[in-house]
C-alpha cells in the first residue's frame, strides 16, 4: 500500500520550471505572430499581384480584427470551461493550418476567408496562454512572465521577414509570395510536440491566491458568483468595475500597435520609398527593439515592486513611460528616410510593445476565477473596436496619397486609456479606497 500511494504522488515541479513554461509560451506567441505577420511583410507584393487597394488591404486586416474578436469569446469561455491541456495545442494547429492554406489563395475574396479564419483561430492563444501563467505564476512574478509570453510576438516579427527573405529572396515572379505563407505555416506542429512533453494536466490548475479572496474584497466591484450563468458573466465582466477601466486600455493598445504593425512595411516603402530588402530589415530591427520594450517592462515593474513601490502603482509607472514612448509618431511622420526616422519608430515599437504586459497583468486580476471569460471579453471589445481602424486607415492613404497624418495619430491612443486608469485611481483614493 505505502509503495502505491507513493506512485499516486506527484513530483514538485523545480523553481526553474515556471520560467521554462514561459519560454514555450512565448514560442507560441512567436509562431502565432509569424503567421500573422507574413501578410504584412509581403504586403505590397500581394496587393500589387492582386490589384487590391489601400482599403482593401485594410479590409483584410478588419476581416482578422472581427474574427479575432469573436474567437476571443468563443475561446475565452473555452478556456475556462475545457481543459487547457488539450484546447491550447489544437487551436496551434488550427490556425497554422489555415496560415498554410493562405498561400494557396488566388484572389480577395478567398484571400479575405483566410485571414478571417486566422483570425478567429489565432485568438485561442490568449486566454489559453494567460491561463497557463494564472497557473504556474504568482502574482509578483506574473508580469515578467507575461512580458515574456508577448516578447514571443516581437521575436515571431523579427524573424519573419528573415524567413521571406531566405525563402524568396530576390524572387520577383508572380506568386513567389505563396511559398512563405506555406513554410511558415508548418512550424506550429512542431511547437504542438514540445508542449506535450513538458506539460501534464496537474500543471495548470491554478493555484493563485487571489482567485478566492480577491473576488470578494471589500471595493473590488465584484458580487459573489452563484453557480448560475448570468451571476458568472456579471462577476467576471459587466458588473465588475475592474473590467470596465480595462476596456479604454484594451481598446487604445490595440489600435497602436496593430495599426503600426500593419501598416509600417508600407509605411516605409511606399511612403518613404525605401526598397523592400532595407524595409524588411528594419521590420526585423523594429520587433528586436519591441522585444526590448516588452522585456524591460517587466523587468521595471518587479525592480520597482522589490523596492518598495505597490504593484499597481508599479504598472502605472510603466505604462506612462511606454505612452510616452509611442507617442513619437508624432516625431516619425517628420522625418524623411534614414537613420532619424528609424531610432524614432525603434523607440515607438518598445514603448508599443511594453504596454502589453501591463494590460495582461490587470487584466488577469479581473476575476481570477473566470480569467478566460474576463480577458476574451475585453479582447474581443479591443478587437472590434479598433479593428475599423484599418479600413479607415487604407481609405485616408487611398484618398491622400500619404501616410504621414493617420500615423502619427496612432501613437497617441494610448495616453487617452492611461488617463482613464489615473482618474479611476484618483477617484478610489479620494474615497479612502487603495488597490487596483
Known sequence: ????????????????????????????????????????????????????????????ELAFG????????????????????WLYPAVVILWSAVGVATGFASDFTSLLVCRAMLGFFEAGHWPCALRTTQAVLNRENRMLGNSILQSGGAIGAIVTPLIIGAIIGGDMTAGAWRRPFIIIGTVGAVWVIGWFAVIRSRDL??????????????????????????????EACFGN??????????????????????????????????????AMIFNSVYFVAA???????????????????????????????????TSLTMVATLLPSGMGLYVVLMIVGAGAMGLFPCYYSLAQEVCPR?????????????????????????????????????????????????????LARSTRQRDGENGS
Open 205 to 234: 490548475v491554478a493555484k493563485d491566491e487571489e482567485s478566492q479572496s480577491d473576488v470578494t474584497a471589500p471595493g473590488s466591484g465584484v458580487a459573489t458568483s452563484q453557480s448560475r450563468p448570468v451571476s458568472v458573466w456579471w
Open 241 to 278: 468595475i475592474r473590467f470596465w477601466k480595462l476596456v479604454p486600455l484594451v481598446v487604445c493598445i490595440n489600435i497602436t500597435w496593430h495599426l503600426i504593425r500593419v501598416w509600417l512595411p508600407k509605411f516605409l516603402q511606399e511612403g518613404r520609398g525605401i526598397v523592400e530588402a532595407e
Open 370 to 422: 473566470h480569467t478566460g471569460k474576463s480577458t476574451g471579453v475585453l479582447a474581443a471589445i479591443g478587437w472590434l473596436l479598433s479593428s475599423p481602424m484599418q479600413k479607415a486607415f487604407g481609405r485616408y492613404v487611398d484618398a491622400t496619397g500619404s501616410f504621414d497624418v493617420a500615423f502619427a495619430l496612432v501613437g497617441l491612443a494610448p495616453f487617452l486609456a492611461l488617463g482613464v486608469l489615473l
Open 291 to 325: 522585444d526590448i520594450g516588452c522585456l524591460s517592462a517587466g523587468v521595471a515593474s518587479l525592480w520597482l515592486v522589490k523596492r518598495g513601490m505597490e504593484i499597481y502603482q508599479s504598472r502605472l509607472v510603466v505604462l506612462s513611460v511606454c505612452s510616452a514612448a
Open 1 to 60: 500500500m505505502s509503495d502505491l500511494t507513493h506512485q499516486t504522488v506527484p513530483v514538485p515541479r523545480c523553481k526553474s520550471w515556471q520560467w521554462w513554461i514561459s519560454g514555450l509560451l512565448l514560442l507560441a506567441t512567436m509562431i502565432n505572430y509569424m503567421d500573422r505577420q507574413t501578410l504584412a511583410n509581403l504586403s505590397v507584393r500581394i496587393t500589387s499581384e492582386l490589384q487590391l487597394s489601400q482599403e482593401q488591404y485594410g479590409d483584410l
Open 66 to 85: 472581427w474574427s479575432f474578436a469573436i474567437g476571443s469569446l468563443c475561446f475565452g469561455v473555452m478556456a475556462d470551461r475545457l481543459p487547457v491541456l
